[in-house]
């Protein structure tokens, strides 16, 4: 297969790949912090491992490996026909035969010529066919895993590695590891065997031709490996010089605004070229790392042929050898051409499925910290009464320092609790505690006396709903995003929860109404409406306890009271929790707790807390004043 | 396209299976919406334009054609080269020593200069589509800098990053493989020509079988290609999918909707399984068809050739020479078929380049545009402007106002009664329909865009902050400001302390667009960011979010000392700022309804003093329910 020069190809596939910029920027480092794995002897074993899950499928594996063998035979056997033929047709005109029988000789190398070519052919057919199908569905083993394992790991991992690492590892490397079996694997079986096969057959020959016809091989593939793998190293480098080029480029267009405003396109500009050279630069040396190579690979070949041309060409005056043995020589060269060359491709396929297999299996081998106890029970709810006993938290990066401490509190179904407090204070933390997206460090949450830890998390984030302060939004109708909960939910009730959200008039106004399409890839809504959305999502639900966590932020004071107003009609079958800056959202709770430092400062009920005049008086007075 | 995409959609949807365990609204990762992938094979229009960008590199495209035609000729000669040899071992009636040598050097020269040449097409063709590329990519920006702000407000931004990225891309490959599709015409040709040359007869019977594959690839390449098209696709649905899982993590784990989303995303993986086999299958099925031809080819050869040996019409070396070349014949035919698809990418992105490339720059500097002095004195004029982003429907209607020098306007008013608008005039991002705006006395138009730029500073009500450091970032353009002037900045609004209690303080690199800093941090960095730029006017759009109340007071402080001394225009939200404000200018459906300041207004009983008497904390927290009864003119933009 004679391919185009690599570099041009790969520097396309650089943005080609559907993965956004900053993914493939920032990539790799993040993850290996995370991941316990030795460093020694992992290469070995990652590729074991790859190994190990390719053979599993058995019988395609045996027909590419099957056919390897039969093709490489196939292939050998065609120089030896053209020989013969050769050698026929000399024969023919020294008039040793009859022109009837040699004609007859001609017919039979000339059928034996094609029937062995179309049945190389097949034979490849089977071989590449089968090695990229082993390839695929490993990948699709290794997909399925990826993605159960990203859904199941837990935020606190979620909280360490960027997502951009994880885009990386599960496109990216994922296809690393596919190309393993194909590309490093069947490649390198099906060049030992032609080479040794090939050498055998022309050194038992011609010892000195068949020597001379080989020595191109050693250089050729020395000088292909290394060329790969410096086009590899200098190709990963060349792309975190795109990604600050795609980063500077796409910041400058979405802060087209501040750009214009402070009349900062020259400024820009120098930016861009900067990057832009940066960039160039790489590239341009991804050229002059490949031309001298590929052309002097080129030339030892041609020069070996020469030399095989020169001796052989003497040997026939001499008669040693047939001219027809002379050209099997010659054609086994061209043969092996372009495999030989192919050894920096399969070096290269060896040192990346490693790299991206270490990865991949990194993520996949890490534990799962927060799941089902062994023997957890799924949530019974009788009272619907919350309870924080004694409960302190810190997360794992910084463990000596607690965020939340010793907090006591309890939350009677049809209370609502505020939480309120400087940023930093640990507000959301607390929130974050209740669905156990994070475990207690110290005390434990108990709902209706179960600890939460003891129930499946099934029945349990079933129970509890966070209305998180970031909506996520999925590229898909606004129906199916409110009904994200509980997709199996009637249109009625999606409409219902779009009501009390104050979002079903707006939605009516769009284009598709509920057949709208939102998220990236659809229409844009605005931060408040995002947050009305999140909000309708979370009644679907019909949870037990409902905790705000500042998510009304980007919705005004009216329209949050009309919220209020819709969702406490429910209220007394649930336990609600607010975390709000404004104070005029959680005024009316039962409780309120002031937070600061991770600790409750202050707590009680709206009128309690101004008569003691501290802390949450202040704050009232603060916001007061400033209307 | 659109209509089949949306097909699709409702069929995903209404894909219930009786197994229960794919609920009716369940999706996971979205139908990618592909843009045109391939356009005409040719279009003219695309390629004069591509050709514009290759033209500074004639020289080194000159270089490379011709070592490429160097590069094929040697290739085709050192066959030729093994017949002459062969033929001369062969002649009876001895050897001509002499002619060997001449041989052996003429072989010997053919591999040094196809060594010389191949080195010189693959680094200059490889350099020179480079080169291009950047430059074409360089072109985009630099025109996106410029065309008007109402194109930028309606394209949205990844969808430029993928002509930047992608289109430009797909012709930088279409260049490189154009070029070395010169060289693959040159061979096919070459081989035929050799071929006819050395026997006419077997040449064309020889050919006549090659040309099979000409017939069979026309069959197979759009079959193949929508195969690969499907696998592709498949392939960004997959990932798509899995990008949309990494992002939304904690939402489908605080829903727990991880057991449906698996079973649906294995329903991704296994079509992506599919169709990738299938592509495989297309793939492999030439290797056959083209190794039986070879054989056939060979075969013909032979058999025919051989009694042409026979009967002394050719010499062994001719056959030995038509074997090489039936080896090498489908390489070029390969490459030039897949060239087609490359080239009909290119059109349709270059046609998507184009379209970019040609979109007008509206405002540009007059020829004799002058440069804004910073000796001017700062007083902004508003003197019966209409201006529209469609000009038949003005957003502002003969708006009159004027701003002296050092004063702070608040401008107030429902949303989309034109504030934004008018704020967007005086830094001249669009250009007036009628009327003038003015700048330190003179008409915006007069002056350079720089310049002005210079002069007035503008806080958006989000702000954006780049990747980088705080230093970096509180500089930005003015580079020449030094690290102390960056740290008053950062002390007078307030922004100091926080920044200290970063890990790395100035130094600190803030994540994608602030990520890692709070929007009351991001405002105060914006706020640093205006007062280093130091300008006599500052407008500024005053965040609506909700921010916690100690930071809303941090704000609050940093805004009087950044109007201090300026003449500050407010497109105001909160009454703290607007109470503040030397003059408050009331706008209404795209006219200016009342003047003056707080207790003016207030005294007149008019719109403000309605809106204000409602007793919400920002006139945009009004429902629009109240604002309909309040406002006079009933209706509202």
Known sequence: MVSRPGVYRKLNSVWNTPVSNDAIGGATQSLNSVTHLEAAGRDLSTLLRITRMSLRHRWQVAFAIGSTLVAVILQLLIPQLLGRAIDQSHIAIGGGVTGAAAEGALWISALLLLAVSALRGLFTMVQNYFAEAVGHHVAYELRLACYEKIQRLSFSFHDQVHSGDLITIGMLDLEGVRTYFSTALVRALHLTMLIGMGAYMLISTDPVLGLLALSFVPFVGWRSSVTQLRLRATWLDLQERFSVLSRVMEENLGGIRVVRAFAAQTYEMLKFDRASKNALDLAHELADIHAPNTSAMTLSYFFAMGLVLWIGGNKVMTDEITVGKLTTFLTFMTILQMPVRQIGLIVNAFARASTCGSRLFGLLDQDITIRDAPDARPLEISEGTLRFDNVSFAYPSTENRAIVKNINFEARRGETIAIVGPPGSGKSTMAHLIPRFYDVTGGAITFDGQDIRKVTLATLRKAVAVVQQDAFLFTTTIENNVAYGDPWAKEQRIEHASESAQLHNHILGLPAGYETVVGERGISLSGGQRQRLTIARTMMLRPSVVVFDDSTAAIDAATEQRIRAAIRRFANERVTIIIAHRLSSLMHADQILFIDNGEIVERGTHEELLAKRERYKALYDLQMRSE | ???????????????????????????????????????????????????????????????????????????????????????????????????????????????????????????????????????????????????????????????????????????????????????????????????????????????????????????????????????????????????????????????????????????????????HLIAAKYAQVMVPIVDGLTGLAMAVVIVVGGSMIMNGRIDVGVLVAYLFYIQRFFDPIRSLTLQYSIMQRAMASGKRLTDVLDVKIDIQDKPDARALSAEMNGSVEFRNVTFGYNPNHPVLKNVSFRANPGETVALVGPTGSGKSSAMALVHRFYDV????????????????????????????????????????????????????????????????????????????????????LSLGQRQLISFARALVADAKILVLDEATANIDSYTEMLIQKALKKLLAGRTGLVIAHRLATIRGADRIIVFQNGQVIETGNHDKLMAMGGLYSKLYNLNYASFDDIPEEKLDTTATAGCRT
Request: aromatic letters at 8%; a negative charge.
């Open chain 2, 1 to 275: 396209m659109a209509q089949e995409d949306g097909d699709e959609l409702e069929g995903e949807r209404n894909d219930v299976r009786g197994d229960g365990k794919r609920p009716p609204r369940a999706v996971v990762g979205s139908h990618r919406i592909e843009e045109e992938m391939f356009g005409r094979a040719f279009d003219q229009n695309v390629i004069r334009r591509i050709w514009a960008f290759a033209r500074p590199y004639k020289a080194e495209l000159f270089i490379s054609v011709s070592a490429l035609l160097i590069f094929t000729g040697t290739q085709l000669l050192i066959p030729l080269i093994i017949r002459c040899a062969i033929h001369h071992w062969m002649a009876p009636g001895g050897i001509d020593h002499s002619y060997l040598l001449a041989a052996a050097g003429a072989f010997l020269l053919a591999i040094l200069v196809n060594f010389a040449a191949g080195y010189t097409q693959e680094a200059v063709i490889g350099k020179t589509a480079e080169n291009v590329l950047f430059d074409i990519r360089r072109a985009m920006f630099g025109h996106l800098q410029r065309v008007s702000l109402s194109f930028m407000d309606k394209t949205e931004v990844g969808r430029l990053m993928s002509r930047l990225q992608g289109d430009v891309n797909s012709i930088q490959e279409f260049l490189a493989n154009s070029l070395f599709s010169v060289g693959d015409v040159a061979l096919l040709f070459g081989i035929v020509f050799v071929m006819l040359w050395l026997d006419f007869r077997l040449g064309l019977l020889t050919l006549s079988v090659l040309s099979i594959l000409f017939i069979v690839r026309i069959f197979w390449l759009p079959r193949a290609r929508d195969a690969f098209m499907a696998a592709h696709e498949t392939n960004s649905v997959t990932n798509g999918a899995l990008a949309e899982a990494i992002h939304g993590v904690r939402t489908v784990q605080s829903m727990d909707r991880q057991q449906v989303n698996f079973i649906l995303y294995g329903d991704k993986a296994r079509a992506n399984l599919r169709t």
């Open chain 2, 433 to 516: 329909q009628q009327g003038q705006v003015l700048v330190g006395g003179q008409d915006v138009r007069d002056l350079t865009q720089e310049s002005l730029g210079r002069q007035v500073a503008m806080v958006l009500q989000e702000p954006f902050l780049f990747t980088g450091t705080v230093l970096e970032n509180i500089r930005y353009h003015k580079t020449e400001a030094t690290r102390d002037k960056v740290i008053e900045a950062a002390k007078a609004v307030g922004a100091h302390d926080f920044i200290m209690s970063l890990a790395d303080g100035y130094e600190a690199q803030l994540g994608e667009r602030g990520g890692n």
